[in-house]
């Protein structure tokens, strides 16, 4: 189901994106946005360049709120594997993430996304394939 | 070059680290270990469980510093690409990262690294490619 | 460089491609385009169905001549990794293989690419790094 | 369940590892090893080298039926992605390839391989997932 207004205004009220410097802005029918902004305390071992890692869980959870999307209520989903190229140095941010759906097989999504920077530059490009499941409370997702 | 001890202390008091909870405990001759003991702001959105993209950063910094062992003094790295795989859910930490290194081309180089949970269990496999880069201060590198 | 239709048709002559029913269409600005009519003794284990590294093959050698058409006269390329995915079954032929460079980095190329059945399903997803190299009579290129 | 010798001398005698030069040796317990032999059509654009292209189709044949030996009687498999990473020509064969299950999550399989020339170097390194799927006629697997 598509998140709506208030739940993504919710949603980016959660630890881990103030931590980071996380916006998500739209989930809907298998695609998604959101803006990094980088904290400086991720912006490490370069000052004002968010770390690697830092850009993939972007990727990560921007291509997972668009796999929420495609799923029916109450579902949850887990990445199963995905993989990363940065084709550039991010250094000039805010940095724009765009998660699109490829394709969807069942409770298996493919999903593509790419990280721009400030100049339309390309900074981080993904791949991946997440699952659809039952929502548990211990449940691994997103 | 392989690093000190007095360098992996150093290292360790980084700002990055601090705020997900990422020890390195070794770096030398193309192999690197670490231990991520979340901290609460990175586990989200199940509470305990380390996001998967704390998981790749983890994996993503313990092979940079694996593959900085390799390196000439005063050179850094950069990752070009790297996939990972999350066969099952993070839940009991602390969890431990080997990274590998698997060939050596040139200023390329071929890694491998997974993070384990206490009770032993792969939560995170990965495989990367690194190029060994001229230092500089805006690099992106580790 | 770009490739020349001379080219293009003299390089479809090659045995691999002929045993497996690769055709080049179109190798410029960083771009390539490939047709994939497969031939039976590469459509197993289900008949008329070509195996998933036949796929693999078609993305590897469509995005090799994307790149070199970006390489200078006499340089050859090698393919540092790639990831595929396989969204749908490979029922429908032929087949239509699109690659593109995402981004150049010095001797570093990164490339996606797609493979669409008749009907225009993706069955195949890529995503590459790519190095130009020296072209030596014994490299590993294409 | 595991591959009987009757089984894989049956299968070895297929069009596709004709064509390429593939022997399967053994399939068991999640493991599975073969080897490849590379046919002169195969070997292109450099003479005596395999293509890249086919070293995956290694590969992923030899992680399928890794992933077959874990599988109920009956079952098939289809690869979902793999990446994979070359890290050396392949100029001396034959080349020995070993698949490893990493771990099995419901039907979900995550498996790594590895092929290695004549003289132990490691030439390509893959790390895939597999669905455990309904074997039907006309399934993509193996």
């Given at each position: 189901m598509d998140l709506s207004a208030e739940q993504i205004t919710q949603l980016n009220a959660n630890p881990l994106y103030a931590t980071i410097g996380i916006e998500l802005h739209e989930a809907a029918a298998g695609c998604a946005r959101s803006t990094l902004t980088p904290q400086a305390q991720v912006c490490w071992p370069s000052a004002g360049q968010p770390h690697?890692?830092?850009?993939?869980?972007?990727?990560?959870?921007?291509?997972?709120?668009?796999?929420?999307?495609?799923a029916e209520a109450g579902r949850?989903?887990?990445?199963?594997?995905?993989?990363?190229?940065?084709?550039?140095?991010?250094?000039?941010?805010?940095f724009h993430c765009q998660a699109t759906t490829t394709h969807r097989a069942g409770?298996?999504?493919?999903?593509?996304?790419?990280?721009?920077?400030?100049?339309?530059?390309?900074?981080?490009?993904?791949q991946a394939s997440f699952r659809i499941i039952e929502a548990k409370p211990t449940a691994r997702a997103a």
């Open positions: 690697g890692g830092i850009l993939f869980t972007v990727i990560d959870t921007t291509m997972a709120f668009a796999v929420m999307s495609l949850g989903c887990a990445t199963v594997d995905c993989s990363i190229q940065y084709p550039a140095p991010a250094r000039q941010g805010p409770r298996t999504v493919f999903i593509r996304a790419e990280i721009r920077d400030a100049s339309g530059t390309a900074v981080a490009l993904g």
